[in-house]
Structures are given as structure tokens and as C-alpha cells.
């Protein structure tokens, strides 16, 4: 590991420089960085027990799991050689030296993973969308496990190959680290408002001329339909947590990469993509079918008529009682 990160004492605090990308750096003492952990990992077991019959049906949901795992396992390893301080394990040599060096390692990984992770679970939506079956069958859950698994070990790969990456270590006596902030996280979210603030406009502005261009073969109503009703479904339940999102853009509120990739982010994006595979979904079949959708915080109700003049949103409640669920994430 000295190959890939070249370490070097130095009085003060812990630094990290990291010339081929640009990160923003706080100073964080242990003492608080292990209490925050350990309330994130106990808010992510809470979403994910809460949401178990939603998680094990998607890529999303797999990877919520693995975050959680890594999570508390991280916990309590930095805990547990926080407390004990200087000891050996099998000749292994332990002191606070290491809680900053493995928090700023795990720091790089997570730094790495918010835009594939974003582009593999709307894929993972896209792909189940489209799929005729309503049962995730345990060779899908396999490969989900396995596409997890495969990407931490991409990811931490990535940070140890980086050439240019050298770890500054200095003295532990302070118990402060330097932690590092994602900027994939602000990435992500700038292009999501630019897509629903773009999805709004063209649903609501008069574009008619625009809409005819970009769906020849739909009628105009329904792709508006479709997009209205998309957007407002994921905006009803995730408006507060959007907006709590821009609030802490705009006030730079820092927050370390720890902290910024937990799974409410990622329930988040799960929610934002079904949207969009909604939408795309709805332009490209060319079948009729009635569509119930739910990820676990959303409900998606769609009642597709194409080739109609109209696409009927919603039906009655004794109809809904015969329709058919064809996707579940």
C-alpha cells in the first residue's frame, strides 16, 4: 500500500493531496467523526429494515445493504482502536495513527461511487421496467450481489492505483483528522434539478410545436400527462429532502464523504430514476397495459392507453383491484 500512497509525518494535522482531482478538505476531530458514524449507520439500518421488502428487488436496494454493512463494520473498527489506542494484534502495531489514515482511505472510495452508482441503478430501473416479469429470482439477486461487490472493489482499486495520491500523516495527539467532501454528490444534484426543472418546463410551458417534434408518435396529451404526473408523484414525497439538499449547497455546509453517500441519498436517486424510466417507458412501448409501480417511498399508478388520442391517468378503485403489478422496485 506505500507504493500507491506514499506516507510522510509532519507536525499538525492530517492532510491529504490529491493533484488529478479537486476535493474540498475539513478538519474533524475523531471523538465527533465516530459519533456521526455511528448514527449514520444506525439511520441506514433503520431504512433498510423499514424498507425490506423493497430492498432485495433492485441493484439500489442491494448496494443500501452492502452501505450499511460497510458502515458498521467501519464503526466499529475505528471505535475499537480509537478506545484501545496502541496495541498488537498478530504483530500488527495499532495507534490513532490508523483511524486517519483508513477514515481518509474509505473517505477516497466513497468519494468515487455517487455517479456510477446513480447510472447502474437507472439502468438496473430501466431494465425491470421493461422486463415481463414481477419476481426477482435469486439468479437476479445473485448478480446484484456480485455488480455490488464488484464495484467497492473497482472503487478502492481506483483510490489505491491513483498515482498521484500521497497521504500527509501527522501527529495523532489532537485525535483530528482532515476529511475529504464529494464532489460527485453536488454533481449529482445540480443535474437532477436540471432535468426536473427542465421535465417541469416542458410539461407546463406552452412548447406545443417542440412537443410534436420530440414525440411524433404519441399524442401530445399523454407524453404531457405522463411527465406532469411523473415529476409531481417523486416531488410530493421528496420536495422537503430536495430542498434540505439546496439549503446545504448554497450555505456550503460541509460535510465529509461519509456522511454525504448514506441511504436516504441513494432511496433518493432510486425514486428520481424510476421517474425517469417511467417516462421513458411510457414513449417506447407500444403496448397497452396498466402499470403499478412503487420503490417503497413513491406509488406510481399509470393506466396506459397508447395509440389513443388521450392516455387515461388513474381509474377507478374497482378497476385498480384487477390490475396487474408489473414492476416493484
Same mark, same amino acid.
Given at each position: 500500500?506505500?507504493?500507491?500512497?506514499? *506516507?510522510?509525518?509532519?507536525?499538525?494535522?492530517?492532510?491529504?493531496?490529491?493533484?488529478?482531482?479537486? /476535493?474540498?478538505?475539513?478538519?474533524?476531530?475523531?471523538?465527533?467523526?465516530?459519533?456521526?458514524?455511528?448514527?449514520?449507520?444506525?439511520? %441506514? #439500518?433503520?431504512?433498510?429494515?423499514?424498507?425490506?421488502?423493497?430492498?432485495?428487488?433492485?441493484?439500489?436496494?442491494?448496494?443500501? @445493504?452492502?452501505?450499511?454493512?460497510? &458502515?458498521?463494520?467501519?464503526?466499529?473498527?475505528?471505535?475499537?482502536?480509537?478506545?484501545?489506542?496502541?496495541? %498488537?494484534?498478530?504483530?500488527?502495531?495499532?495507534?490513532?495513527? %490508523? @483511524?486517519?489514515?483508513?477514515?481518509?482511505?474509505?473517505?477516497?472510495?466513497?468519494?468515487?461511487?455517487?455517479?456510477?452508482?446513480?447510472?447502474?441503478?437507472?439502468?438496473d430501473n430501466f431494465w425491470k421496467l421493461s422486463s415481463?416479469?414481477?419476481?426477482?429470482?435469486?439468479?437476479?439477486?445473485?448478480?446484484?450481489?456480485?455488480?455490488?461487490?464488484?464495484?467497492?472493489?473497482?472503487?478502492?482499486?481506483?483510490?489505491?492505483?491513483?498515482?498521484?495520491?500521497?497521504?500527509?500523516?501527522?501527529? &495523532?495527539?489532537?485525535?483530528?483528522? $482532515?476529511?475529504?467532501?464529494?464532489?460527485?454528490?453536488?454533481?449529482?444534484?445540480?443535474?437532477?434539478?436540471?432535468?426536473?426543472?427542465?421535465?417541469?418546463?416542458?410539461? /407546463?410551458?406552452?412548447? $406545443?410545436?417542440?412537443?410534436?417534434?420530440? !414525440?411524433?408518435?404519441?399524442?401530445?396529451?399523454?407524453?404531457?400527462?405522463?411527465?406532469?404526473?411523473?415529476?409531481?408523484?417523486?416531488?410530493?414525497? #421528496?420536495?422537503?429532502?430536495?430542498?434540505?439538499?439546496?439549503?446545504?449547497?448554497?450555505?456550503?455546509? $460541509?460535510?465529509? *464523504?461519509?456522511?454525504?453517500?448514506?441511504?436516504?441519498?441513494?432511496?433518493?436517486?432510486?425514486?428520481?430514476?424510476? *421517474?425517469?424510466?417511467?417516462?421513458?417507458?411510457?414513449?417506447?412501448?407500444?403496448?397497452?397495459?396498466? &402499470?403499478? @409501480?412503487?420503490?417503497?417511498?413513491?406509488?406510481?399508478?399509470?393506466? !396506459?392507453?397508447?395509440?389513443?388520442?388521450?392516455?387515461? /391517468?388513474?381509474?377507478?378503485?374497482?378497476?385498480?383491484?384487477?390490475?396487474?403489478?408489473?414492476? %416493484?422496485?
Open positions: 500500500m506505500s507504493n500507491c500512497w506514499p *506516507a510522510t509525518r509532519k507536525t499538525g494535522f492530517l492532510n491529504v493531496v490529491i493533484s488529478a482531482l479537486d /476535493y474540498a478538505t475539513m478538519e474533524t476531530s475523531i471523538p465527533s467523526f465516530l459519533l456521526v458514524l455511528w448514527l449514520k449507520s444506525l439511520l %441506514n #439500518w433503520l431504512v433498510v429494515v423499514v424498507q425490506r421488502h423493497y430492498v432485495i428487488r433492485s441493484f439500489s436496494g442491494f448496494f443500501c @445493504i452492502s452501505l450499511a454493512l460497510i &458502515d458498521s463494520l467501519l464503526s466499529f473498527v475505528l471505535t475499537a482502536v480509537f478506545y484501545l489506542e496502541d496495541f %498488537n494484534i498478530s504483530g500488527w502495531h495499532f495507534t490513532g495513527y %490508523n @483511524i486517519c489514515r483508513l477514515a481518509q482511505i474509505t473517505c477516497f472510495i466513497y468519494t468515487m461511487l455517487h455517479w456510477p452508482v446513480f447510472l447502474l441503478v437507472g439502468l415481463s416479469s414481477t419476481h426477482t429470482s435469486w439468479k437476479q439477486k445473485l448478480t446484484y450481489c456480485a455488480g455490488v461487490g464488484l464495484l467497492w472493489i473497482l472503487a478502492a482499486l481506483y483510490v489505491f492505483s491513483e498515482p498521484d495520491g500521497v497521504l500527509l500523516l501527522g501527529d &495523532d495527539e489532537k485525535h483530528q483528522c $482532515e476529511l475529504l467532501s464529494s464532489p460527485q454528490s453536488a454533481q449529482v444534484l445540480v443535474a437532477l434539478l436540471l432535468t426536473v426543472t427542465g421535465v417541469i418546463l416542458y410539461s /407546463y410551458a406552452p412548447l $406545443e410545436k417542440l412537443r410534436v417534434h420530440v !414525440f411524433p408518435h404519441f399524442g401530445q396529451q399523454s407524453c404531457v400527462v405522463c411527465l406532469r404526473r411523473a415529476m409531481c408523484t417523486f416531488l410530493n414525497t #421528496w420536495t422537503s429532502f430536495l430542498v434540505l439538499m439546496i439549503v446545504s449547497q448554497l450555505l456550503q455546509i $460541509e460535510m465529509h *464523504a461519509h456522511l454525504q453517500l448514506n441511504v436516504i441519498w441513494l432511496c433518493f436517486l432510486n425514486s428520481f430514476s424510476v *421517474a425517469l424510466a417511467l417516462c421513458v417507458h411510457s414513449f417506447t412501448s407500444s403496448s397497452k397495459k396498466n &402499470d403499478t @409501480i412503487t420503490d417503497g417511498f413513491c406509488s406510481w399508478y399509470f393506466c !396506459f392507453t397508447y395509440g389513443a388520442d388521450e392516455w387515461n /391517468y388513474g381509474q377507478q378503485s374497482s378497476d385498480r383491484a384487477q390490475d396487474k403489478t408489473l414492476y %416493484n422496485v
